[in-house]
Nanobody, 115 residues
Framework: QVQLVESGGGLVQPGGSLRLSCAASGFTFSSYDMYWYRQVSGKEREFVARITSGGGTNYADSVKGRFTIARDNAKNTIYLQINSLKPEDTAIYYC?????????WGQGTQVTVSS
């Protein structure tokens, strides 16, 4: 079955950096677009970034220039490099795949930006 496991979150000071990972299994990873979303408690989950099966990328306006999504098809893993972190980036970060019109989500990884 499809499994997505995020890692790499933590507590970081404003201006710092983190690299999140999402390890995927149970499907032909290289054939599918992959996504990062984030959710603040009490708010809706919001789109952060997308990487297509061919390596094309899209970003939310709020993260352009600071976040970079990447994939390693040999490791069935996507990454989210987050630089110049701001307190408003504090959220649970989730990866997502969409396979045959079904969304699959990981359990999320918490990112907290605070001094």
């Amino acid at each position: 079955q499809v499994q997505l496991v995020e890692s790499g979150g933590g507590l970081v000071q404003p201006g710092g950096s983190l690299r999140l990972s999402c390890a995927a299994s149970g499907f032909t990873f290289s054939s599918y677009d992959m996504y990062w979303y984030r959710q603040v408690s009490g708010k809706e989950r919001e789109f952060v970034a997308r990487i297509t099966s061919g390596g094309g990328t899209n970003y939310a306006d709020s993260v352009k220039g600071r976040f970079t999504i990447a994939r390693d098809n040999a490791k069935n893993t996507i990454y989210l490099q987050i630089n110049s972190l701001k307190p408003e980036d504090t959220a649970i970060y989730y990866c997502k795949s969409n396979i045959w019109r079904n969304d699959y989500w990981g359990q999320g990884t918490q990112v907290t930006v605070s001094s």
